[in-house]
């Protein structure tokens, strides 16, 4: 599971609706970084989306900075237009190259624990979650 | 504007002229198009303006459904009025596209619409052109000449009915030659400026794919469903029902990101090593989808936001009864084979429950202007009006593919218009309801 899917994803279980998101990882397996294609469009698109201050406490709580060699990401959406080069590669390195292998996605409010193995997060519920 | 012309393949019918109004969007290139005069209603040519041959090489570079694309020197309902026509062709012109001097090398091709020929027949008609001065240089087949020239007879094709949605293979619409059941429509004599992209479907074609499921999307089809849904680079495309990817590869191939989700793990996983989902991807050296995961549809998993510039999926076709016990999942099979519709304990999906819940998430996670695009089963009584609507959503193309005398399925490809209306309400009621079998649940869009 990339952060950026990380960053897209919440608590679906009956009733837990606030405080869903963001989901705590709780890594078994250190993550592992892949690199891929660099998009600067695709980079630049995914700033108005992204949910900046669950980004950035992510990457500090995984340790993303240190292991990828790369400035803190800022806490509040940067400017889309504006944004630089090394920001969005910066951006583009968290959000696409870090991957979380073996862990849990665990839900602040209810508790939920959701499983990722194999990189393969799975969101489904039990029936008495529904 | 110069004026081009587009010989399409004569397959998916209903699907050519939308897919050309997908690449000239993504070109930026407002489409204008002409009916060649001695065109029926459903030929394969087609006059569009462009505006130079590197906008016909952009269109070409993707296009499924366009076989070339041609500068036309002259067209004639007959032999004598295409030599006729010929004859007024300003030189000047053959001269700017590089075509006359000594220097210059040519081949021709020849082909027939609703026909074939024979060496002696297709030599004949080449030497028809002898003297010309764009005949003057020399021949070469290989390496690729400067020019090549196609002379094209249309016959029509004499299938009838029943061909219109991709009935007929490429090739197959030929009869026996010299056989007069229709007269010649017309024969146009062209340069070549660009060629479609039908090498795509071998390279994609299913058959050589490494990893595959009861309902792998057709290669063709699946080029289709990414061009419809103008993948390319910088978009982000999602399929919810990922199964083995076979649209996401195509999406893949036009540069897109990919992300999907399946409520089956086994699908995603695959049950021999070292062949998946992912396997599809490293197979054409793409990148490999951002993220797969597993995940029902009817859960709201992703936060609410708008993030895909594309949302392409074949729905499953049938879902388990809900008496049938489920122990933990509310869909354990989403991909159950044609046969399953049959089977006791799975009823077929209706008009109006998954379609209602896949319509209301394109329509909130959709960026505007995003593309949704997916496949609605239907049967040959389908009225325009049985397609479900969203009032942030416009249909812009809609492409019947006749599967059985019973069963037919629709292309819908609508476009993200106005920002998001909830049509659902509480989406969980909506899942109680299923669980408790209350029936379909349609709720009406407000007009």
């Known amino acids: 599971m990339k952060i950026l899917t990380h960053n897209m994803l919440m608590c679906n279980v009956k009733g837990c609706d606030k405080g869903n998101f963001p989901l705590r990882i709780e890594l078994s397996e250190p993550v592992s970084i892949q690199e891929t294609e660099f998009n600067e469009d695709f980079a630049r698109r995914l700033i108005g989306k992204v949910d900046w201050p669950a980004l950035a406490e992510t990457a500090a709580a995984l340790g993303l900075y240190d292991k990828l060699g790369i400035p803190e990401l800022p806490s509040t959406p940067p400017e889309a237009a504006t944004a630089d080069d090394a920001l969005l590669k910066a951006m583009h390195r968290v959000l696409l190259e870090v991957q979380v292998i073996e862990g849990k996605l665990v839900c602040n409010n209810c508790g939920k624990a959701y499983s990722v193995s194999k990189g393969i997060p799975n969101m489904l519920l039990t029936q008495d979650e529904l | ?447």
């Not at chain 2, 400067?146 to 197959?172: C, P, Q, T, Y």
């Open chain 2, 1 to 447: 504007m110069p004026r081009y012309l587009f010989y399409l393949v004569h397959r998916h019918l209903e699907f050519r002229l939308p897919e050309l109004q997908a690449l000239f969007e993504l070109a930026g290139i407002p489409l204008v198009t002409h009916r060649p005069p001695f065109a029926a209603d459903d030929s394969p040519f087609l006059y569009v303006d462009l505006p130079n041959e590197e906008a016909a090489r952009t269109i070409a570079s993707r296009a499924i459904l366009t076989r070339n694309i041609f500068e036309c020197w002259a067209e004639g309902a007959d032999w004598d009025g295409l030599l006729r026509n010929l004859d007024e062709y300003p030189v000047e012109r053959m001269e700017a596209a590089g075509a006359v001097g000594p220097g210059v090398t040519f081949r021709f091709e020849v082909e027939g619409f609703g026909r074939t020929y024979t060496m002696e027949e297709k030599l004949d008609m080449i030497n028809r052109f002898a003297g010309r001065p764009f005949a003057e240089g020399k021949v070469r087949i290989k390496p690729a000449p400067d020019n090549v020239f196609h002379i094209i007879e249309d016959w029509g094709h004499n299938l009838g009915k029943g061909l219109g949605a991709g009935g007929a293979g490429e090739g197959e619409v030929r009869r026996p030659p010299g056989r007069p059941d229709l007269p010649m429509r017309a024969v146009y004599l062209c340069r070549e400026v660009a060629t479609g992209r039908r090498d795509l479907v071998g390279r994609y074609d299913l058959k050589k794919r490494a990893f595959l499921g009861p309902t792998s999307m057709d290669a063709e089809l699946s080029l289709l469903i990414a061009n419809l849904a103008l993948a390319r680079p910088g978009a982000l495309a999602y399929d919810p029902f990922v199964g083995t990817a076979g649209i996401l590869v195509a999406c893949a191939h036009f540069g897109a990101r990919v992300l999907g989700s399946d409520i089956d793990k086994r699908i995603i996983r695959g049950k021999v090593p070292g062949k998946n989902l992912w396997t599809n991807f490293k197979q054409y050296g793409l990148e490999p989808p951002v993220d797969v995961i597993q995940c029902d549809i009817l859960r709201r998993v992703w936060r609410q936001g708008e993030w895909f510039d594309a949302v392409v999926c074949d729905p499953p076709p049938s879902r388990p009864a809900p008496q049938t016990p489920v122990p933990r999942l509310l869909y354990p099979h989403p991909h159950p084979s044609p046969k399953d519709e049959m089977k006791p304990g799975l009823v077929p999906v209706t008009l109006g429950d998954t379609t209602d819940v896949l319509l209301d998430f394109a329509a909130s996670t959709l960026v505007m202007g995003g593309r949704l695009v997916y496949w609605l089963p239907c049967t040959p009584e389908y009225e325009e009006s049985d397609c479900p609507q969203h009032p942030s959503l416009r249909v812009v193309a809609n492409c019947c593919q006749v599967l059985t005398s019973k069963w037919h399925r629709r292309l819908v490809v609508s476009v993200k218009v106005a920002p998001y209306i909830n049509t659902l309400g509480d989406l969980l009621s909506l899942e109680e309801g299923y669980i408790e079998g209350l029936g379909p649940l349609r709720k009406q869009s407000p007009a």
